[in-house]
Structures are given as structure tokens and as C-alpha cells.
């Protein structure tokens, strides 16, 4: 019998799993353990609003009254050191214990810092305090470095620029946003950034800093130009962080495995969430790094923690805001045969006619009715014309 329930990581996904559990009715012990010394919060203003100031505070997953009335234990600045499965225990780094009947891991992921000696112009995104102390020296007027053209990197980038700094953004790839969204949108958000003045430059790298006697920075690139800038906010992405899971035997593959339920094959105690968990379906393990993947994995874990029947599954989506525009993502689009353009800022990606992904630029009408319709056989002569309610088009 589940009694004693354990959450590893105090970010948005083991945050929205303790809720869950206590909506689904489970009234056993609660722990929620975390790394930081704050509550749960959610991650996405930290490039935005957040980092600007218009927003003071992080958005809080739930006031502190909320975590009070669902009777759960919040460990924060506690960091977990070790799991025992054979005991069923959880080490913190202050030597004491928390037992466990069921365990949920929701560790996310660690930024991926540049292969260069530590500079303290560089900047990462991913904590509040990461975003603070890149507000602190974020003045009017500054000269900001952005490595990687990825989410993060642009969001940070338009942010500053909207702070009064000049931005410049330098990506490897051949394009922005290589990874997760499609060339056109990825294009749509370029010309974006073009026309409030970042510069992005493709195809190039950093090769070292070097300090300035005006208290400056040179950037030297892979090609050897330099640029001379304030500060180097760096976004390439994460490293899950499977080292608990790893050290306890439990399988591992390119995060901690799981089944579709987020259940771990190596033991059915064990659970893994959010970014860390490589959730194994249609033969491939694979990770989802989005604000709704810690929504619904959250609540599926805890349905098949209480042996709860399953519930559906939204579709995968995210979104992402920059330069003043909102660009929503809908399922898959790289698994479609065929595309359909919506005039402009919308495009639906079909496979054999079904509807199997969408991007949306400012459309949030259009992405409501693509997420009713995704798997529905669509029309493309009515698709593709914006004057009529996409609805109509099934």
C-alpha cells in the first residue's frame, strides 16, 4: 500500500505532481525535495517578464497558504544525494533520510555550459537566480553576446533588446531554432528579431573572452572576428540530470527511462517526470522540454502511482513569446506529407490528410480549433482559407 510518497525536484513538473496526487486523493505522507531555496515556480517567465521586471515576482506554481492546506512537506535548499532502493529511502545532502513507497523523479536538467574557462560576464538562464543576476547587470545601453539561437536564447535576446540593450545572437546551425520548430516559423520569428534590431549571425561559435581595460568584454568568434560586448548570456540547451537515478541501477537512456505511464521498468516504485524522464513509446525513448510535458506528466504519474484509470493525453505543445509576437507550436509537424498555408503566420501539417501538427503566429484562434482537430481528416481548399473557421474544415 502507498503511503509514503516522495518527490525529487521542487520545479514545476514535482510541484504539479504533489498537487496532483492530493486532487486525486491520496492523504498519505507527501515530501517534495528540492535543490533551491524556493517553492515550485514555472520557468518560462524567467526569459521574459520575469528577467524585464514586469513581472516582480517568478509565477509561483502555488501560493504558500496552497502548499499549507495540501499537507505536503516542502524540503527546499535539500538537495537528494542518493536513493537506497533496497531500504526505499532518500539521502539529503544534511545526512537525514525520507522513506518512501513511491518515488517520483522530477531532477530536470542542468544548463550545458560553454567548453571555456569560467568568465563572470557569462550568464545562464534557468534558475530566478540566474535571471536576477542577469537583470542586475542588464543596463540600458549594454552591449549583450546571446550563444545559441535555440527558445531560450532568443527569448533572452528579445527581452534585452526590449531592456534597452543591444543584442547580437550567434547560433551554429545553418538556422534559428533547429531543434523544435519548422524552418518557416523559425524564419517568421528571424525576420522578428530583425526588425527590432537584434543581430543574428548563423553558422558561427565562441571561440574565447577576453577582458577589456574599459571593464569590457571581447568576444572572439570561431572565424576569428571579434565583437566587444558587456555580457554573454549563454542558452544551448540542458543535460538531464540522471545521476540519482544512474547511481541507483535505475535505467537510463539519454534521461531516465520510462514507460508510458512514467513508470521506471527497472522498478515499479519509481517514477520519472518532466524534463528528466525519457519516455519510452513506439519503440524510441524520447524527451519533452515544455511548460505542458510537467503539466501531463505530472497528473499521469500520479493516476498510475494511485492505480487511477488513465485519462487522454492533450497533444504535445508549446509556445514560445518574442519580439512582441506569440509563435505556438501543435504536435508534429516533421511527420507530415504535406502542408497546408493558412495565409499568414499559420501553417497545418497533414500526413495522409489527417491533421498531425500546426504553427500559429498570433493566431491563438486558429491554434484553439488545430488542437480540436488534430488526428481529423481535413479539407485543404478550406484549410487554407483564413476567412473561414478552421472548424469547418473536417
Known amino acids: 500500500m502507498t503511503e509514503r510518497i516522495v518527490v525529487v525536484g521542487a520545479g514545476h513538473a514535482g510541484g504539479m505532481a504533489a498537487i496532483a496526487l492530493r486532487e486525486l486523493g491520496f492523504s498519505g505522507s507527501l515530501t517534495l525535495i528540492g535543490d533551491e531555496p524556493h517553492p515550485p515556480y514555472e520557468r518560462p517567465s524567467l526569459s521574459k517578464g520575469f528577467l524585464s521586471g514586469a513581472e516582480p515576482e517568478p509565477v509561483w506554481l502555488a501560493p504558500a497558504e496552497r502548499w499549507s492546506a495540501l499537507n505536503a512537506v516542502l524540503k527546499t535548499a535539500s538537495p537528494a544525494v542518493a536513493i537506497d532502493r533496497e531500504k526505499g529511502e532518500v539521502r539529503l545532502a544534511d545526512g537525514s533520510t525520507e522513506p518512501f513507497d513511491a518515488l517520483i523523479l522530477a531532477t530536470g536538467g542542468r544548463v550545458r555550459r560553454l567548453p571555456l574557462p569560467h568568465h563572470p560576464a557569462v550568464h545562464y538562464l534557468r534558475t530566478t537566480d540566474d535571471a536576477r543576476a542577469l537583470a542586475a547587470g542588464a543596463r540600458p545601453g549594454a552591449r549583450a553576446l546571446i550563444v545559441g539561437g535555440g527558445v531560450i536564447g532568443l527569448e533572452a535576446a528579445s527581452t534585452l533588446q526590449g531592456m534597452g540593450l543591444s543584442a547580437v545572437v550567434i547560433e551554429a546551425g545553418e538556422r534559428l531554432l533547429g531543434r523544435n520548430i519548422p524552418a518557416e516559423a523559425a524564419q517568421w520569428l528571424a525576420e522578428a528579431h530583425a526588425r527590432i534590431g537584434v543581430d543574428v549571425r548563423l553558422g558561427r561559435s565562441l571561440a574565447g573572452l577576453d577582458d577589456t581595460p574599459d571593464g569590457g568584454v571581447t568576444a572572439t568568434l570561431d572565424g576569428g572576428e571579434t565583437l566587444d560586448v558587456d555580457l554573454v548570456v549563454v542558452g544551448i540547451g540542458i543535460i538531464p540530470c540522471v545521476e540519482l537515478a544512474e547511481a541507483s541501477g535505475l535505467p537510463i537512456d539519454g534521461g531516465v527511462l520510462t514507460d508510458d505511464d512514467y513508470r521506471s521498468p527497472g522498478d515499479p516504485r519509481v517514477f520519472a517526470i518532466g524534463d528528466v524522464a525519457a519516455r519510452l513509446k513506439d519503440g524510441a525513448a524520447r524527451r519533452m522540454e515544455t511548460w505542458a510535458h510537467a503539466q501531463t506528466s505530472a497528473r ?80 485543404p481548399k478550406i484549410a487554407s482559407d483564413p476567412s473561414v473557421d478552421l472548424r469547418k474544415a473536417a
Not at 302 to 318: H, M, V
Not at 338 to 362: I, K, P, S, T
Open 300 to 379: 499521469k504519474a500520479a493516476l498510475a502511482i494511485l492505480g487511477l484509470p488513465s485519462e487522454p493525453e492533450p497533444t504535445p505543445w508549446f509556445w514560445t513569446d518574442q519580439c512582441g509576437h506569440n509563435l505556438q507550436i501543435l504536435g508534429d509537424p516533421s511527420a507530415a506529407d504535406a502542408v497546408v498555408e493558412r495565409g499568414e503566420g499559420v501553417r497545418l501539417y497533414l500526413r495522409q490528410g489527417a491533421l498531425v501538427g500546426a504553427v500559429c503566429l498570433d493566431r491563438p484562434r486558429d491554434f484553439a480549433a488545430a488542437r480540436r482537430l488534430i488526428g481529423k481528416t481535413l479539407k
